[in-house]
């Protein structure tokens, strides 16, 4: 069987309440649908796997690992967000086996709606926005800044008394040993104060503009206690071109905005927050990195004009499969050690190594089927996730 270099790939978008109206179409510049398009998944994942436009020589990317014996240690998506995704955090390598071990000897089926594992993988994640205003919360803030706001809370919700003990739960809680992450599992816990705690916080934030995300985010999760988790994280807007870098334990959340995200090939999620779906508070403490601080944006190479690339922080380690990704507006030159995906988001440009070639105008994306030189030449935008 030929192994052609460039292949064409596409799938379905996947229509996740959080999604944007048209999100996936606006990014490929497509008809649109009218329908919420959130995420669209290029790579073999099986729960989604790309398909192979013509199906020839195989159908989808996850026959072409299987037959080739190939594999793509990555997963590259177009995410659109209109509404805040869940708090949520991912395993390491080591984690997601040992997790993905248990659950099977439980006999819990892949598909089960309170299965966490669902594949022995970590994931690892960057993302890159698309607009300007792109919005995450990221990472802890400080202890002492959470502190201040809570102090201030204090005052403004003094008329609910039990809302006012909860919250000296949650001040105690934070200020002891290991603080963030008691204080964070608590307001999972269940407690039977919490909901009093959520209203009042809630009420506040529709009146005091210093509290406003939480108003936002409580109109789409109204009465969820990750309301109040999310004023325990860092909360940043990105520029066109910014990227977040998302290692394994990173407690984060998107809240709207459109980017190209680029994952270990994974769909493990321990979720703390903000969803309706199964909270596993037993695995997230254990994946949990509760360290506060830090800046989780994580700046490019500029390889030369028109070129950069996206290396997320101790590439090659257990924690981090080897992956980059390259965000291209003009003339170029990549030299890939693996397969990739390509994806054009604007513009019109070539790919070409040897006698080989595919067009990539805006909307098209693409498998690089194995190591290559590839020559690029356009102009506009477009992305190549490598491994």
């Known amino acids: 069987m030929t ?6 790939i596409d799938n379905t978008p996947r229509d996740y309440a959080w999604g944007l109206v048209d999100g996936v179409a606006h990014v490929r510049g497509t008809a649109p649908t009218g329908r919420k398009e959130a995420e669209l998944w290029l ?4 729960s989604a796997p790309s398909r192979i436009v013509g199906g020839a020589p195989w159908s989808t990317l996850e026959a072409w690992e299987s037959e080739t014996g190939a594999t793509l240690p990555f997963l590259l998506k177009v995410l659109c967000a209109a509404e805040p995704l869940s708090l949520q955090a991912h395993p390491s390598t080591a984690q997601a086996q040992a997790g993905f071990d248990r659950e099977n000897a439980r006999g819990i089926p892949l598909d089960a709606p309170h299965r966490t594992y669902r594949d022995p993988h970590a994931k690892p994640e960057l993302i890159v926005a698309l607009h300007d205003g792109f919005e ?3 990472g802890f803030r400080p202890a002492a800044e959470v502190q201040a706001d809570l102090r201030t809370l204090a005052g403004l919700i003094d008329a609910a008394p039990d809302a006012s003990a909860a919250l ?3 001040q105690q809680h934070l200020a002891g040993a290991d603080g ?14 919490l909901p009093a705690l959520v209203t009042a916080v809630t009420a506040v934030a529709e009146r005091d503009a210093r509290f406003a995300l939480l108003a936002r985010i409580a109109e789409a999760h109204p009465a969820d206690p990750g309301i109040l988790g999310a004023l325990m994280l860092q909360h940043l807007t990105l520029r066109a071109g910014e990227a977040l870098w998302l290692p394994a334990g990173n407690i984060h959340a998107y809240l709207r905005g459109s980017g190209i995200e680029l994952m270990g090939p994974s769909d493990n999620v321990m979720r703390g927050g903000l969803t309706g779906k199964h909270i596993d508070k037993v695995e997230l403490d254990r994946v ?3 360290r506060e601080g830090g800046d989780p944006r994580l700046a490019p190479e500029v390889v030369s004009d028109g070129l950069r690339v996206f290396r997320p922080v101790e590439r090659g380690t257990d924690d981090v499969p080897g992956f980059e990704l390259y965000a291209i507006e003009s003339d170029g030159e990549i030299v890939l050690d693996g397969a990739g995906i390509a994806l054009a988001t604007d513009g019109e440009f070539e790919l070409a190594s040897d006698d080989e070639h595919i067009a990539m105008p805006r909307g098209r994306a693409a498998l690089i089927s194995r190591p290559a030189t590839v020559r690029i030449t356009g102009a ?7 491994g």
Do not use: K, M, Y
């Open 180 to 193: 963030i992450r008691r204080a964070f599992l608590w307001l999972l816990s269940g407690d039977e104060s």
């Open 3 to 8: 192994n052609p270099l460039f292949l064409e």
């Open 43 to 46: 790579g073999a994942h099986p």
């Open 380 to 386: 506009g935008r477009l992305f190549v996730a490598a």
């Open 288 to 290: 949990l990195d509760a």
């Open 168 to 170: 000296q739960t949650w």
């Open 136 to 138: 995450a919360l990221c």
